[in-house]
């Protein structure tokens, strides 16, 4: 059976922990490809260009806007970051499941192109949580915080766009709803293609 993979699309505020969750997950499950984004941001320090990101000019990023190089972008906090398209094709058609992790911009546009998209939104335990998460995690200036949780708040408020909502209270549980949700997805029988005759 020549199957396609499913794409997976994860979204939700800075510092709800997506990364930490996805980090989990993506070790423990085959078949899985993380798609690297581009973006125009600053590496944090430990980022790797190619791995975490790819670290972009924004003259490079606007010549692949123009090409039609990404599935999806955006401009979040003043920088853009994309999706690019080539290898989330390539993997889908080689029968991998696609992970993305995306803000809600793009969710909503994947959502519209590829309706067949699974959207998980990863939600922090309260907002005030989430404050801490950002602010602990030390990595943005308190101008940079500030802008992400006023985000934060439009993102909570399209909520009801995603099919999953997973709340990140302790990490291995988030895993774990997560992790259950692609096993689920991956038994759909319209994934599987599954007759009996
Ligand atoms: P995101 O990718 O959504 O921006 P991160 O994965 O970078 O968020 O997590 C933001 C911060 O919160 C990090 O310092 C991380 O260690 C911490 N964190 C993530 N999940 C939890 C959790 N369930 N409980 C407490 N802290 C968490
Ligand atoms: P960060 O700067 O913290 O790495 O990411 C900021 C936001 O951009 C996060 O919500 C993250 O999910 C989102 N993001 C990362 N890559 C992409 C992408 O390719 N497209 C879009 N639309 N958002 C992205």
Known sequence: MNKKGTLFVITGPSGAG?????????QSLEGLYFSVSATTRKPREGEVDGVHYHFLTKERFEELIEKDRFLEYARYAENYYGTPLDPVEEHLE????????????????VKKRLPKAVLVFIAPPSFEELENRLRGRGTETE?????????ARQEC???????????????????????????????LRENLGFTLN
């Open 157 to 187: 408020a399209n909520m009801d766009e995603f099919r999953f909502i997973v709340v990140n209270d302790k990490v291995e549980d988030a895993a774990d709803r997560l992790r259950a949700i692609i096993l689920s997805c991956r038994c």
């Open 18 to 26: 997506k990364g930490t969750v996805l980090k989990q997950v993506i």
């Open 94 to 109: 080689q029968g991998h499941d696609v992970i993305l992790e995306i803000e809600l911009q793009g969710a909503l546009q």
């Open 143 to 151: 101008e940079v915080i500030c802008k992400r949780l006023a985000i």
